[in-house]
Nanobody, 115 residues
Framework: QVQLVESGGGLVHPGGSLRLSCAAS????????MRWYRQTPGKQRELVAV???????NYADSVKGRFTISRDNAKNTVYLEMNSLKPEDTAVYSC?????????WGQGTQVTVSS
């Protein structure tokens, strides 16, 4: 059974930092590109960051320079380090594992940026 379990969300003040984790099981993690998405009510889901199975990364313009995606294949885990957080970063963040043929999602973790 495939599981992606996110953790690390919470409430943070503007300018603060959070580190999200997504632990995968039931897949050969190293074969998957990993992505972080976010979604707020009434808005389309937004692709935030990607790290390929080879370690290449890409980011949405809105988070470039503030967020960093990384992966630890030994721990089957992908991370999203979020710095200089802004109220507009408030969303449910979900991780996604994909090979292009297979696609798996976590349940999401809430990030709230508010003073």
């Amino acid at each position: 059974q495939v599981q992606l379990v996110e953790s690390g969300g919470g409430l943070v003040h503007p300018g603060g930092s959070l580190r999200l984790s997504c632990a995968a099981s039931g897949i050969i993690f190293s074969l998957y590109d990993m992505r972080w998405y976010r979604q707020t009510p009434g808005k389309q889901r937004e692709l935030v960051a990607v790290i390929t199975k080879r370690g290449s990364t890409n980011y949405a313009d809105s988070v470039k320079g503030r967020f960093t995606i990384s992966r630890d294949n030994a721990k089957n885990t992908v991370y999203l380090e979020m710095n200089s957080l802004k109220p507009e970063d408030t969303a449910v963040y979900s991780c996604n594992a994909t090979t292009g043929f297979r696609d798996y999602w976590g349940q999401g973790t809430q990030v709230t940026v508010s003073s």
